[in-house]
């Protein structure tokens, strides 16, 4: 039991989470090594959303709220992490779920349906029993989506992510939106747009802001994702980690 004055609590439970995940076969084992990689990130945006993060998050839900066939695609962090919010932000957004992993296994998919199952998700894809059909430029089982989810989607929300992937999806057309503390890695920069943020902060964010514009006029939403350009927010996330460095004290 972690106590909850302790000045690292967020962090220590979500280590928490995802060693139980790890330990219930819903994490791959390089699911630990990308926490990892990720709390290192999230200590130099100081373990907070930026405020380019949040005006990314802003225009990443005006994306969602745009689109006409969105999906969440769910790995193995994600579910351990966020499961609550993901289900919430597909039932807001009327999007699909997709489990859709890396390192898959069969025991692991039904790992995650059932995390999902247990958050009050209704219909999940990309389990083992469909058709799936194949992403081109991509090889092995990870390039397989479901025909009803991914592959006919126009918007991807792919967290933690990888860069051969983002790269084949952002190629079939789909406008991907990533999750990743890592501004450097080829998923952030591959990506139609990308969040510098710690997935546990921007999946309230996202809902929180989804709920806000919903019912916006959608030339107001048009707006937000015409005056953004995904590199150069990168180059802001990279300037508040580079801050962080030069004003150590
Ligand atoms: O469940 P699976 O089989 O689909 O596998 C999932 C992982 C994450 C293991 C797989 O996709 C993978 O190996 O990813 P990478 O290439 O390690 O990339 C993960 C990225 O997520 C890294 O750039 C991390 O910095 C970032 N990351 C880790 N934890 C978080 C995060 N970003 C946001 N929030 C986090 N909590």
Redesign the pocket.
Known sequence: MIPKNHPRYQSLL?RDKIVNAYKSGI??D??M???G??EA?DYLIGEKTTNTAEKTIETAAAALILAKDPVISV???TAA?VPEHVVNLAGILNAKLEI?????TPE?VKAVWNVLKDHGAEKILGTENEDFKHVKGLNGPRSNVSPEGIYNADVVLV????GDRTEALVNAGKFVIA????PL?R?SKTASLTIV????RTMPCLIDKVNKLKNKDPEELNKLLDNFDNIDNLKESLKVMLNSIENFE
Request: aromatic share 8%; net charge negative.
């Open positions: 979500s994490l791959a390089a699911g090594i990308a926490h990689r990720g990130f790995n193995g962090n992490l859709n992993l890396f390192y898959r692991r967290p933690l992510e990888d999750i990743d503390l890592n890695s998923t943020d710690n997935i546990i």
